[in-house]
């Protein structure tokens, strides 16, 4: 049975416990062999993502000719709060940076991080979050763009966030809730989506 490719995916992390060297990992495996990175992060988060990278350069080389795109979340948060059309915010900020890294990248693939749904949530803009990972969904149908989104638990602070959630949690391949306690009702949400779409996977 052949695997389905895994594009994209999302991480639930504790609240001060962002996974900058678990993202960083993500991007510099692409960029190792070839690939370029898009980020899309708070200014904070894109420093802690930059640091981790700068060490992982410093233990392995990588191709000159791809990059790295960074992009602040704050801007787009602006216009869509604004009111403007998704399909426009990101038009405007992130599909050039898409297109760019791709032409730098020498395999013709890239991988992107992303928080602007993450930004939505905590906004308690749900619709707009989840029309930005349909999106994400959509740009990782190419086979040439790995998406890898992180929230953080806080974007879903109770149970009345539990139909957000689970839509969030069925436009990505895979879930990873690294939430310390497994009891919690956002934990037991992931693993039981993600458990029980991998028993779907090996039926088909």
């Not at 060490?55 to 801007?75: V, Y």
């Not at 730098?104 to 989840?130: F, N, Q």
């Amino acid at each position: 049975m052949k695997a389905l490719p895994q594009n994209h995916d999302v991480c639930f992390y504790e609240v001060g416990r962002f996974p900058a060297s678990t993202i960083a990992s993500f991007l510099f495996e692409g960029l190792a062999t070839g690939e370029s990175a898009v980020v899309v992060a708070s200014t904070s988060h894109a420093s802690l993502i930059r640091t981790e990278l700068s060490k992982l350069r410093g233990t392995r080389a990588q191709p000159s000719k791809n990059k790295t795109f960074f992009i602040d979340t704050s801007i787009m948060a602006d216009a869509l709060l604004a009111g403007e059309a998704v399909e426009n915010v990101l038009e405007r900020n992130l599909t050039r940076s898409v297109q760019d890294a791709k032409e730098h990248s020498s395999t013709g693939h890239i991988r992107l991080y992303g928080e602007m749904s993450d930004v939505m949530m905590r906004l308690h803009k749900p619709e707009i979050a989840i029309a930005l990972e349909k999106f994400g969904a959509r740009t990782a149908a190419d086979g040439k763009t790995k998406i890898y989104c992180g929230y953080s638990r806080d974007a879903f602070p109770d149970a009345s966030f539990a139909r957000p959630f689970t839509r969030i949690c069925l436009l990505h391949d895979q879930i990873y809730a690294q939430l310390s306690d497994h009891m919690d009702w956002r934990f037991r949400m992931a693993e039981g989506i993600q458990r029980a779409r991998s028993e779907a996977r090996l039926k088909d």
